[in-house]
């Protein structure tokens, strides 16, 4: 069964906490990419990966950081969070860099 | 500037009725167009994808789109619309092949009425 999924669905932070949301896929996708999705907004892409320690910056990197030392594991990381942080972020992974993106349910962020 | 804009936020249409979603780019070059649905708390799953070819594609559900390099257009269509396809519609767009980046619309609401 293909999926993409994400831990945990649901986080609370207080602001400058440390934040960890995991990624996973069983697909053996060599890319996979970390989004934000703000009300009434597309999607706003923040890094991708195109293999193990191959990362590389989206649209809106600053104050994130991602980790890949597996294939099938993208992590992301936010160092102290902040308030504008409080969103729902989506990972995705895709089999060719060109190909359709298959998408994790979310996982939704509220930085206090 | 590359850009995709989804000009309607909402639609509303009556079940059995016909539908069209609206999706424009601004790319001097063909790019290769998706589109996305989102029902409520979920991930987005993929309708249906352009790369260079066909100009009309289908996809699931009935779905099917138009590319349309002249207007710079994806428009998604729908022959008879079910209570069922009630979420938002995601136009995306890969300006470049080489990175594997999507440039996302801001997404339209689509509300059928019973």
């Known amino acids: 069964d293909m999926k993409v999924t994400q831990m945990p669905r649901y986080l609370i932070k207080r602001m400058g906490e440390n934040v960890l949301l995991e990624c996973g896929q069983d697909?053996?996708?060599?890319?996979m990419y970390w989004y934000r999705q703000d009300p009434g907004l597309g999607l706003q892409l923040i890094y991708i990966s195109y293999d193990v320690d191959s990362n590389s910056e989206g649209d809106i990197p600053k104050g994130y950081r991602v980790s890949r030392k597996k294939r099938e594991h993208f992590s992301l990381i936010l160092d102290s969070a902040k308030t504008n942080q409080t969103s729902v972020y989506f990972c995705?992974?895709?089999?060719?860099?060109?190909?359709?993106?298959?998408f994790g349910p979310g996982t939704r962020l509220t930085v206090l | 500037a590359q850009s995709v804009t989804q000009p309607d936020a909402r639609v509303t249409v009556s079940e059995g009725a016909s539908l069209q979603l609206r999706c424009k780019y601004s790319?001097?070059?063909?790019?290769?167009l998706f589109w996305y649905v989102q029902y409520p708390r979920q991930g987005l799953q993929l309708l249906l994808k352009y790369y260079p070819g066909d100009p009309v594609v289908q996809g699931v559900n009935g779905f099917e789109a138009e590319f349309s390099k002249s207007n710079s257009s994806f428009h998604l269509r729908k022959a008879s619309v079910h209570w069922s396809d009630w979420a938002v519609y995601f136009c995306?767009?890969?300006?470049?092949?080489?990175?594997?980046?999507?440039?996302f619309g801001d997404g339209t609401v689509l509300t059928v009425k019973p």
């Open positions: 995705a992974s895709s089999y060719e860099i060109y190909a359709e993106q298959f």
């Open positions: 995306a767009v890969s300006f470049n092949t080489n990175t594997g980046k999507l440039t």
């Open positions: 790319y001097f070059g063909t790019p290769y």
């Open positions: 697909m053996s996708h060599e890319t």
